[in-house]
Protein backbone atom coordinates (compact mmCIF):
# COMPACT_ATOMS: atom_id res chain seq x y z
CA UNK A 1 0.00 0.00 0.00
CA UNK A 2 1.39 3.48 -1.01
CA UNK A 3 1.39 6.35 1.96
CA UNK A 4 0.99 9.82 0.59
CA UNK A 5 3.86 11.50 2.15
CA UNK A 6 5.63 12.94 0.09
CA UNK A 7 6.16 16.86 0.27
CA UNK A 8 6.71 17.26 -3.49
CA UNK A 9 4.28 15.72 -5.36
CA UNK A 10 1.57 17.45 -1.96
CA UNK A 11 3.18 20.72 -2.78
CA UNK A 12 1.82 20.43 -6.79
CA UNK A 13 -1.18 19.04 -5.59
CA UNK A 14 -1.99 22.11 -3.72
CA UNK A 15 -0.26 24.52 -6.55
CA UNK A 16 -3.20 22.86 -8.85
CA UNK A 17 -6.32 23.37 -6.57
CA UNK A 18 -4.94 27.20 -6.57
CA UNK A 19 -5.14 26.98 -10.10
CA UNK A 20 -8.91 26.04 -10.49
CA UNK A 21 -8.07 22.39 -10.99
CA UNK A 22 -10.13 20.27 -8.69
CA UNK A 23 -7.98 17.64 -6.72
CA UNK A 24 -9.87 14.67 -4.75
CA UNK A 25 -7.62 12.75 -2.12
CA UNK A 26 -8.55 9.62 -1.50
CA UNK A 27 -7.05 8.20 1.96
CA UNK A 28 -7.02 5.21 3.84
CA UNK A 29 -7.75 5.76 7.73
CA UNK A 30 -4.86 3.54 8.29
CA UNK A 31 -2.66 5.80 6.80
CA UNK A 32 -4.33 9.55 7.69
CA UNK A 33 -2.01 10.32 10.24
CA UNK A 34 0.86 10.21 8.31
CA UNK A 35 -0.75 12.90 5.83
CA UNK A 36 -1.47 14.83 8.20
CA UNK A 37 1.94 14.93 9.56
CA UNK A 38 3.15 15.58 6.65
CA UNK A 39 0.66 18.50 5.65
CA UNK A 40 1.55 19.65 8.77
CA UNK A 41 5.01 19.79 8.09
CA UNK A 42 4.54 21.93 5.26
CA UNK A 43 2.51 24.71 7.05
CA UNK A 44 -0.93 23.66 5.69
CA UNK A 45 -3.71 23.32 7.78
CA UNK A 46 -6.17 20.35 6.40
CA UNK A 47 -9.08 22.63 8.46
CA UNK A 48 -8.92 25.00 5.98
CA UNK A 49 -9.17 22.74 3.24
CA UNK A 50 -12.79 22.35 1.65
CA UNK A 51 -13.46 18.44 2.11
CA UNK A 52 -16.09 17.02 0.27
CA UNK A 53 -18.02 13.79 1.51
CA UNK A 54 -19.32 10.96 -0.74
CA UNK A 55 -22.55 9.16 -1.13
Given at each position: MDVFTDVDI???????T????VVYLLLDDSQFQSFLTMSQR??????????????
Open positions: FREVVTALRGVVGVNIQDLKVRGGS
